[in-house]
């Protein structure tokens, strides 16, 4: 079984940056593509970022130029570095790891 334990959320103003991490315990992370979803009230919860084992990154438009995302394996660890941040990225953000399991989510807040 694999846990997942995210930080980083909170509340920043429009243009703010904040650093997500995801710490993930077990073997399974560094054999793994592991990424970001958010789900805002209402919405259904969508892809932010994926990373492969190998690097290979993927971003939705809604992100690209904006959001980084990157992987320590000797860490297990996955972070999203979120720059510009908008109104619209208000959301629950999630941590997955090899498509199965997910963390429990932060929440960021992006607010005058």
């Known amino acids: 079984q694999v846990q997942l334990v995210e930080s980083g959320g909170g509340l920043v103003q429009p243009g703010g940056s904040l650093r997500l991490s995801c710490a993930a315990s077990g073997s399974i992370f560094s054999i793994s593509t592991v990424g970001w979803y958010r789900q805002a009230p209402g919405k259904q919860r969508e892809l932010v970022a994926t990373?492969?084992?190998?690097?290979?990154?993927n971003y939705a438009d809604s992100v690209k130029g904006r959001f980084t995302i990157s992987r320590d394996n000797a860490k297990n660890t996955v972070y999203l570095q979120m720059n510009s941040l908008k109104p619209e990225d208000t959301a629950v953000y999630y941590c997955?790891?090899?498509?199965?399991?997910w963390g429990q989510g932060t929440q960021v807040t992006v607010s005058s």
């Open positions: 990373i492969t084992t190998w690097g290979s990154t």
């Open positions: 997955n790891v090899g498509s199965r399991f």
